[in-house]
């Protein structure tokens, strides 16, 4: 599956932006949508995950209660709307799929798309 990120950009600490996945190239039914990211000097680090069937979401313990995944079936595309962002969310957001169950590992995915740029100003 073909995967189309955007939405990055500069914003203030405690703003929000949306980032979307467009996806294309195959059926998502079966795949699992995740978000990670990339800081300067850092590993790839999980950020969200939903199952396009069904809708399970999972999230890393340092965004939740201020990131929503959530996917729109007729548009193949997954957002991750961040919101109260904090400068530590700086870094190059990825979005990611793979078919079947949910892991929480870049490794575990097939298919990225290019990176999206996020970085929160102090």
């Known amino acids: 599956v073909q995967l189309q990120a955007s939405g990055g950009g500069l914003v203030q600490a405690g703003g929000s932006l949306r980032l979307s996945c467009a996806a294309s190239?195959?059926?998502?039914?079966?795949?699992?949508m995740g978000w990670f990211r990339q800081a300067p000097g850092k590993e790839r680090e999980f950020v969200a995950a939903?199952?396009?069937?069904?809708?399970?979401?999972y999230y890393a313990d340092s965004v939740k209660g201020r990131f929503t995944i959530a996917r729109d079936n007729a548009k193949n595309t997954v957002y991750l709307q961040m919101n109260s962002l904090k400068v530590e969310d700086t870094a190059v957001y990825y979005c990611?799929?793979?078919?079947?169950?949910?892991?929480?590992?870049?490794?575990?995915?097939?298919?990225w798309g290019q990176g999206t740029q996020v970085t929160v100003s102090s």
């Open positions: 990611a799929a793979r078919i079947g169950v949910i892991f929480t590992t870049p490794g575990s995915y097939g298919d």
């Open positions: 939903i199952r396009w069937s069904g809708g399970t979401t």
């Open positions: 190239g195959r059926t998502v039914s079966s795949y699992g």
